[in-house]
């Protein structure tokens, strides 16, 4: 199957091998997820070996929510949603640049047959953050964060709602082993690559980091 999938990747990429670079650039990051902005965050010390503590600075996105039981098909929606708005579907009608990571912001249930809360966000690119475009949709918003601090864990891959569980259990594992404070949720999800990238993805997990009170 990787084959077949590489295979069609190669008559993708040769359509446009003939395209200005402005074309071949836009195809690069929709292929292969590469050159994509990403937020901006202060790196901490940290005391495990397998997650990262990042204080991610105050930022606008744009966003989404939904209720749900499935964390797959919410992630979904909420995706093409805000994929209509970068390509033109704003007020402005101007189209904004894709960005990465694509976050999911995951309030549980209070129970096993009650539907979370998701909110799912692309951050808005540097050049659109003082005044972005604001959205036509009224399901889609514009999301003022503040500066938070996250331990955050990496994984490859190709993602689905069961991994997502296990590395989020996993990090508090590690979470509990260091002794640290942290808030156990919400806690968002995160992915980098577009479905057509097929080595090297990255996923990651991101709890909160407990602040004083």
């Known amino acids: 199957m990787k084959t077949n999938a590489l295979h069609t990747l190669k008559i993708r990429t040769s359509t446009f091998s003939t395209c200005g ?11 292969f997820s590469t050159g994509l902005q990403n937020p901006k965050f202060t790196a901490e010390e940290k005391q495990g070996q397998d997650y990262e503590v990042r204080t991610y600075h105050a930022t606008k ?19 093409r949603r805000l994929f209509k708005y970068i390509s033109g579907t704003n007020q402005n009608n101007v189209k904004v640049e894709m960005t990465a990571p694509v976050t999911g912001f995951v309030e549980p249930g209070a129970g096993p047959a009650c539907e979370s809360q998701f909110t799912v966000s692309f951050y808005i690119p540097e050049e659109h953050q003082e005044n972005p475009p604001q959205p036509s949709d009224p399901d889609v918003f514009i999301e003022q964060r503040k500066e938070f601090t996250a331990y955050v864990r990496t994984y490859g891959g190709f993602s689905n709602e069961q991994l997502k569980r296990d ?30 990238k097929l080595m090297n993805r990255r996923n990651e997990v991101w709890i909160l980091k407990k602040q004083p009170e």
Request: proline share 5%.
């Open 21 to 31: 670079p402005i074309m071949l650039k836009a195809v690069g990051q929709a292929l």
């Open 61 to 79: 996105w744009v966003s989404t929510s939904l209720k749900g039981m499935d964390m797959d098909q919410a992630m979904n929606t909420g995706f």
């Open 167 to 196: 590395e989020l259990q996993k990090l508090l594992e590690s979470l509990k082993r260091d002794g640290v404070e942290y808030v156990d949720q919400p806690y968002y999800v995160a992915g980098y690559d577009s479905p057509f």
